[in-house]
C-alpha cells in the first residue's frame, strides 16, 4: 500500500514538473512572425517573456532592469507600453516599484530589448496559475462520472 502511494505520488510529481516546463518554454518561444499583433490579441510585437523581479527602474530615460536569478535583463520601455498593475490597466514607469515581481513581453529591437507589456503579479497571477494547475489535474485524473 505505502510503495503504491509512493508511486503516485512520484508520477504526479513528475507529471507537474514536465507541465511546467513545458509551460514555461512555450512562454519563451517566439510567436508567428506572419501574424499580426492585432491577430494575436497582443498590445504589440511581443516575441518573448521574461519573468522576474524589478531591480531598477529608470524613469528619465524610459528603462527597467528585471532580475530572475541567475538573469537580468535591462528593457527599454517606450510611451505606448502597456503597464498592468491590479488597480490600473494603464499605469505609468513610475507606479512600478523595485522588488515587484513582474512578466515583461518584449521583442527584440537590434540589440535592444524593447518592453511591449509589463504585467505586475500578484494574486491575480497566482489564482490564473492555480486555474492551469486544477485544469490539468482534471485532464490528467477526470472523474469516474465524465
Same mark, same amino acid.
Given at each position: ?7 503516485i505520488v512520484i508520477g504526479i510529481s513528475l507529471s507537474i514538473a514536465a507541465v511546467?516546463?513545458?509551460?514555461r518554454t512555450a512562454a519563451t518561444k517566439p510567436t508567428d512572425a506572419g501574424m499580426t499583433a492585432a491577430a494575436k490579441g ?11 523581479? !524589478? ?17 537580468? $535583463? ?13 488597480? &490600473? ?9 523595485? &522588488? ?17 507589456? !509589463? ?12 486555474? $492551469? ?14
Amino acid at each position: 500500500m505505502k510503495r503504491q502511494t509512493l508511486c503516485i505520488v512520484i508520477g504526479i510529481s513528475l507529471s507537474i514538473a514536465a507541465v511546467s516546463c513545458a509551460d514555461r518554454t512555450a512562454a519563451t518561444k517566439p510567436t508567428d512572425a506572419g501574424m499580426t499583433a492585432a491577430a494575436k490579441g497582443k498590445p504589440g510585437p511581443a516575441s518573448f517573456e521574461f519573468e522576474g523581479t !524589478i531591480d531598477k527602474i529608470d524613469a528619465d530615460n524610459g528603462s527597467i532592469t528585471v532580475q530572475h536569478w541567475p538573469l537580468s $535583463k535591462k528593457f527599454r520601455v517606450p510611451p505606448e507600453c502597456e503597464i498592468d498593475v491590479f488597480t &490600473n490597466a494603464n499605469a505609468t514607469l513610475a507606479q512600478l516599484k523595485v &522588488n515587484d515581481p513582474v512578466v515583461v513581453a518584449y521583442s527584440e529591437v537590434g540589440k535592444d530589448l524593447v518592453a511591449n507589456r !509589463i504585467r505586475r503579479r500578484g494574486k491575480a497571477y497566482e489564482q490564473e496559475q492555480r486555474e $492551469k494547475m486544477e485544469r490539468l489535474n482534471d485532464m490528467l485524473y477526470p472523474s469516474p462520472n465524465q
